[in-house]
């Protein structure tokens, strides 16, 4: 199991805010996506993707099973996103929010 938040190092945690500004600073999908593209092997884009995939299902209350059903994705990684909805940091239903502000479809 990775370690709590607050033991994370402090070079490591100054890595992961010039990350976060990184991403922040990308303007268009497409500079974001050749951003990812670098970062990220096709596995890790493909989890996170995953992830992604099933935030809108969990909020709308659907079951794992379904959810794997109509996704592909793991019921592992469904329960684990499902786990960050409920005790994370907020960031899934944030950027969901964000992205369904403008068609008023928020379900969070």
């Known amino acids: 199991m990775k370690r709590p938040d607050r033991l994370i190092n402090p070079d490591t945690r100054a890595a992961e805010r010039e990350l976060c500004r990184a991403l922040a600073a990308m303007t268009t ?61 907020g960031g899934y239903k944030l950027a969901f929010q964000r992205l369904h502000e403008d068609t008023g479809t928020t379900n969070a």
């Open 29 to 89: 999908m497409d500079e974001c996506r050749a951003l990812l593209r670098d970062l990220c092997t096709p596995a890790e884009l493909e989890a996170l993707a995953d992830r992604w995939r099933v935030v809108e299902p969990l909020l709308e209350g659907k079951p794992y099973r379904e959810i794997h059903d109509q996704t592909g994705v793991s019921v592992t990684t469904i329960g684990r996103v499902a786990r960050f909805l409920d005790r994370g940091f």
